[in-house]
Structures are given as C-alpha cells and as structure tokens.
C-alpha cells in the first residue's frame, strides 16, 4: 500500500486579520477528511496558536520592511490517516519557543500568582497528537492529529 | 466572514451590576479592542463585573490571557469578575488551562 499525501498551501500575511481565514481554511480540509467536531475544535484553537506566534514574530522584527518577512506560510499535508499542520514564519527575532510545558501555567496557583505566558504552546500541546517546533530562519511549527473514524465509510 | 463570526461586544449596566456581552470570536485580531474596553470597567470597583459569553463561538490563549488580567486587576481592587452561560467549546479550554475555578461567580 503506498501512503498518499496531498499538500494545500496558504501564503498570507502575518497579520491578525488572517488567522481567521487560515482556521476556515482549516475547518474545510478536515471536515472533508471526516474528523469530529471536536476534534476539528482542538484543530482550530492549535493552529490559530501557531498563527499567532507568527504574527508576534513578525511584529517584533524590527526590520520587516519586506513584504516576503512578513508573511507566514501555512501547509495543510493530508494522509490517509492524519493531518498535518506546518506554520513558517520568517521572523529573525523569533521568541525562544521553549520545551512546551505539560502543564497549564495557570493551574493550581493563586489569582496573584498566575500568568498567561506560556499558554498557547500549552494548549497547542494539550490538542494535538504532536507538535514540533522548529527555529532555525525563522520558526516552523509543525502539528499533527491522528483521523480517528467512528465508522469506516466503504 | 459570516457576520455572525465577527466580534461584538454590548455592555448593560444596572444597579451595582455591570455586565459586558461579547460574542464572535474573541482572539488576537479583537484584543486591543477588548483591552480598551474593558479598562474603565474594571475601575468601576463598587459593581460587579460580570462577561456573558453565550454567543462567544471562539476564543484563544490571547482571550483567556485578557480574562487573566481582568481577574488579576479585579482581585487587587477587591472588586468581583465572573464569567457567566460558558458555551461547551469554551468551557473545555477554560478547563483544560485551569482558569475555570478562578472565573465561577463565588457566593
């Protein structure tokens, strides 16, 4: 059996305005390939995450002034088994994306000690099968949900 | 984007109680909107502040870090925030970071 992948991708600017488009764009390729409602959800809020991060890069880098720098590249690679989620930005100044902790930073803690740092790569990790991130020439974060199929179709 | 996707927000304010609806999607793209709203609410110290989230369809880290901050400058003030009608999309994540035990109202 040979494994079939297909590729979608998405070249948009790394602006807040299209993280919306990208999780609608997200909605459609894993509605189609049959994920749950839930887990086309969990989907939605990692990717946006990634997303977001990428905005964040691109606002931070001092010297953007190319258009290319600040744009973020997103690639939808689908198999018959799992999708695939690959966020590149070309941030130089990327934020150190540390070791995602296990654990929420706002759990078991008091009102004054909490903090919300650390959170979207948390929640990344809690939604996903997988998460790889990458920081090389900017930061390529790369997610991964397992398609687990109440029924097989025939 | 369907209009009904898009981010609104509508405050009602009675005696002693102040509660702000918010609807849409709540994320990066509205945060700055949502900061500046809320800001001269949470000065109003001798109400209760409360969020009504029955029509909210989406919200990320950057939403629940704004409820974070909202709890945090609420608590200095010893003044309440609650969150109230937690959609189950919503309640998950809430859940899943933690931050729900601080968001139920207390009697």
């Given at each position: 059996m040979k494994a079939i992948e297909e590729v979608v991708q998405l070249h948009v600017p790394a602006t807040a305005e299209y993280v919306d488009l990208v999780r609608v764009t997200?909605?459609?390729?894993?509605?189609?390939?049959?994920?749950?409602?839930?887990?086309?959800?969990?989907?939605?809020?990692?990717?946006?995450?990634?997303?977001?991060?990428?905005?964040?890069?691109?606002?931070?880098?001092?010297?953007?002034?190319?258009?290319?720098?600040?744009?973020?590249?997103?690639?939808?690679?689908?198999?018959?088994?799992?999708?695939?989620?690959?966020?590149?930005?070309?941030?130089?100044?990327?934020?150190?994306?540390?070791?995602?902790?296990?654990?929420?930073?706002?759990?078991?803690?008091?009102?004054?000690?909490?903090?919300?740092?650390?959170?979207?790569?948390?929640?990344?990790?809690?939604?996903?099968?997988?998460?790889?991130?990458?920081?090389?020439?900017?930061?390529?974060?790369?997610?991964?949900?397992?398609?687990?199929?109440?029924?097989?179709?025939? | 984007m369907n209009q009904q996707d898009k981010f609104h927000l509508r405050t009602e304010t009675t005696e002693g109680k102040c509660t702000v609806y918010v609807s849409g999607e709540f994320d990066l793209e509205v945060a700055s909107q949502m900061r500046a709203a809320m800001a001269p609410l949470i000065e109003l110290t001798d109400r209760e502040l409360i969020l009504n989230l029955k029509d909210l369809q989406y919200i990320d880290s950057t939403g629940i870090g704004i409820l974070v901050s909202v709890l945090k400058a609420r608590h200095a003030s010893q003044a309440s925030f609650s969150v109230e009608a937690i959609p189950p999309t919503i309640r998950k994540l809430f859940d899943m970071t933690g931050i729900t035990p601080f968001l139920l109202r207390h009697s």
């Open positions: 997200l909605y459609g390729i894993a509605a189609k390939m049959g994920f749950s409602y839930e887990d086309i959800e969990d989907m939605k809020v990692a990717v946006s995450e990634a997303c977001n991060n990428a905005v964040l890069h691109a606002y931070n880098h001092e010297a953007a002034t190319s258009s290319e720098e600040r744009r973020m590249h997103i690639e939808f690679v689908k198999s018959p088994h799992a999708l695939s989620i690959v966020v590149q930005d070309n941030g130089h100044n990327a934020i150190a994306l540390a070791e995602a902790p296990r654990t929420s930073p706002l759990l078991g803690k008091s009102i004054e000690d909490i903090n919300s740092g650390g959170l979207g790569l948390y929640l990344m990790q809690a939604l996903m099968d997988q998460v790889e991130v990458l920081s090389e020439a900017g930061t390529r974060v790369t997610l991964t949900k397992r398609l687990v199929r109440s029924e097989e179709l025939a | -």
